[in-house]
């Protein structure tokens, strides 16, 4: 399947008794990615998820699902002014996901952050990136009753191990989370920024996680 953007519906209607009405753009999994720290692109590039993790990540997961999958890039700057760039991203991941799940009452997510946008997942499910590299206080969570359709949480790079928190509570075991050793982002002891650009080799074992568990 080619990738394709999420398509943004407008305001859906149900009448009591009958199953919620579908809005186009609907599908069985929807990736939702937030792209790392200036991370080349725009939304109509190549690169529009983002080219170390976005791309190479949902073009797995894409090719291992039978279901249909589409993909959205979380709108937000991605770029040093923090806390306000991780906030960006923390409230339009979580209003995204929260009008689409209204819109597609049968549609899973699957969430994938790199670096920054580690932070920005996190943040949205309720674990607090402050004091990590790039990261910020929490502005927006995800709803509880949203939680089970939530399939598979994948992050890389995540600034947050560098300062000792990992993804806790409910999402703990739906979380694929990787860090290279060395990478200073999210290796207390690193000091190699370049691996923290080698994070593609990780999208067949990402994409096989996310398989076990739609």
Known sequence: MALSAAVLAGTVTSVLGTAPAQAAGCVDVHV???RGTNEPGGLWSQ?????????????AI?????????????QYPAGYDQPASVQAG????????????????????VLVGYSQGANVV??????????????????????????????A????????????????????????????????????QGTDWNVHLQYQGYAQEAAAFVADRV
């Open 32 to 34: 939702v990615a937030a």
């Open 153 to 188: 949480i994948l992050l890389f790079g995540n600034p947050i191990r560098g300062v000792g928190r990992e993804v806790t509570g409910v999402y703990a075991d739906r979380t694929y989370d990787v860090c290279n050793d060395n990478d200073p982002v999210c290796d207390p």
């Open 122 to 151: 996190d943040n949205s499910i309720g674990i607090s990136s402050e004091g990590a590299r790039v990261g910020g206080p929490i502005v927006a969570t995800l709803p509880a009753e949203l939680a089970p359709r939530i399939a």
């Open 62 to 74: 894409d090719a291992a699902l039978s279901q249909s999958t589409n993909a959205y890039r979380v």
């Open 47 to 59: 690169y529009w998820l983002g080219s170390v993790v976005g791309n190479p990540v949902y073009a």
């Open 90 to 109: 923390n409230r339009d991941l979580v209003d995204h996901v929260v009008e689409r799940a209204a819109a597609c009452p049968d549609q899973k997510f």
